[in-house]
Every structure is written in C-alpha cells, then in structure tokens.
C-alpha cells in the first residue's frame, strides 16, 4: 500500500510540474515582451537583460500618439467585426441545412479545403484583387478571411446542429412558424455555446492574421500586425514602442476570450465530444 500511494503521490507531482512548465513555456513570451514594453530605450537594448528597473509608460505613449497606429486599430476592427458578422450570416445556414440533409460528402469536401495550405491562393489572390480594384480594400480582406472561415465554422458548427432535436423544429411548425423563424427564434438560441466558440476562435484567428493583410493590402487597409512588422524593418529597431504595440494588440484578444471564458469552455468541450 505504501508503494502505491509513493507512485501516486510521484505522479501527481510529476503532472502538476509538467502543468507548471508547459505554462510558464507558453506564457514566457508575453511576460518578457510586456517587460520590455515598461522599459527606457537603453534599458530594453541592454545585455545582460536587466528585470529590476523603473516602469515608464513613454513607450505606449508614443505608439498611442502615432495616427499610423490609430488607422490600423480601426482598419483591424473593421475587418474583424465584418468578417465574423459576414461568416456567421454565411456559415449557421449553410451548416445547419447540411446537418438536417446528412449531405456527408459535401461535409467531407469542406474539411478538403482545409488541407490546402492558404499561403498557395496569395499570388492568384493579388492578382484578382489587382485587376478588379480590391487591393488594400476592407472588402479584399473580408473576401480572404472568409475563404478559411466559412469551411472551419461549417464543419465545427455540424455537431452542435445535429445535437438540437427535430422533434423541437417540429413544435415549432405546428404553431405556425415558418422554417427561417424557427432556425432564428429557436434553432440559433439552442447552439449558442457553438456560435460564442467559432466567434472567439474567429475573433482570434482574424485580429492576428498577418500574411494575408501584409501581401494584399497598402496603408489604407493596413492591420495592426502588419504595423508591428513595420518596426522590424525600420532602419533604427526600437524594442520599447514595438513591445509596447504588439501588448496594445494582444490585450483585445485576451478580454475578448476571458469574456467568453464559460462559453467558450463548454463550446470546445462539446464540439471535442462529438
């Protein structure tokens, strides 16, 4: 008994350490850029590292000050809230009549699309938004965030569709509801944990994507990662205002998500069981 109360205590800790270093491997990065955010020039240029300093806030000052920053922010918010808004108008009905078809070959070439890596579309894509005046558009980016959105939601939104019962829509019918107003008053309710989960997980995915806006967008549709990337290739790198950005850019992501902790928990479980 005792020998097997050791291992279990042994791989209790073991587990637990292993939790703690996997944390501290992943929250590491934003730790340290957060640091060198609250740092002077010098300070942040400085080898050896120093981790005891004086905080300033001169760094976000300056990238708040810059109106570069402030079109990006509002190109980024834009383009986020038209494409989940777009995506959700597109992918719930698409999804929730594939669900009711049991149309499995069309679920199966929508997870195909998945596979082809997108960075292959951004030549034709430059190319076609050239010609048709789309470049450095909001519309350009929507269209492209959508081409990997809409395959994602209808797959992800196919098990939470399934699990509302027919026997639901059927009362509705009864009492006179058309088949829109039943999908909208009680279908949508139903899978709402599912919709929170694919907008948080969109939400994501849209505010930090960088290659798409990069290669097909100029100034006018410029994001807030490509702005960051922006300090990478100045001739004078300064660590502090760069730091300092790309903290403003992650802070939105991580209310957004403790916003939707409970849903989004329950979202991901859900969708994993099915």
């Not at 930090?208 to 549709?221: C, D, E, T, W």
Request: net charge positive.
């Amino acid at each position: 008994m005792e020998t097997h109360r050791l291992k279990r205590i042994i791989v209790r800790v073991g587990f637990v350490a292993a939790c703690i270093v996997s944390i501290v491997f992943f929250i590491f990065p934003f730790c340290w850029v957060l640091l060198m955010s609250l740092k002077t020039p010098d300070a942040a240029q400085s080898i050896p590292p120093t981790f005891i300093f004086r905080p300033t806030f001169e760094n976000f000052r300056e990238v708040l000050s810059q109106g570069a920053f402030l079109n990006a922010l509002k190109n980024s918010i834009i383009v986020t809230f038209f494409t989940l808004v777009a995506n959700l108008i597109i992918s719930l009905p698409a999804s929730y009549i594939i669900a009711r078809r049991r149309q499995k070959w069309l679920s199966f070439g929508i997870l195909f699309t998945q596979m082809a890596p997108w960075i292959v579309f951004l030549l034709p894509w430059y190319i076609i938004f050239k010609k048709l005046g789309l470049y450095d558009t909001y519309i350009g980016l929507v269209l492209v965030n959508l081409t990997f959105m809409i395959p994602f939601t209808i797959w992800l939104m196919l098990g939470f569709f399934e699990d509302v019962p027919v026997e639901v829509e059927e009362a509705a019918w009864l009492d006179g509801c058309s088949y829109t107003g039943t999908f909208v008053r009680i279908v949508i309710p139903l899978v709402k944990g599912g919709i929170i989960t694919i907008t948080t997980l969109g939400f994501m995915g849209v505010w930090n994507v960088f290659i798409f806006p990069l290669v097909l967008s100029g100034y006018q549709a410029q994001t807030l990662p490509v702005l960051v990337y922006g300090f990478l290739v100045d001739d004078s790198l300064n660590f502090g205002p760069m730091s300092a950005a790309a903290v403003l850019i992650t802070l939105p992501v991580v209310a957004f998500v403790l916003l939707n902790q409970k849903y989004f928990q329950r979202g991901i479980a859900l969708g994993g069981r099915k």
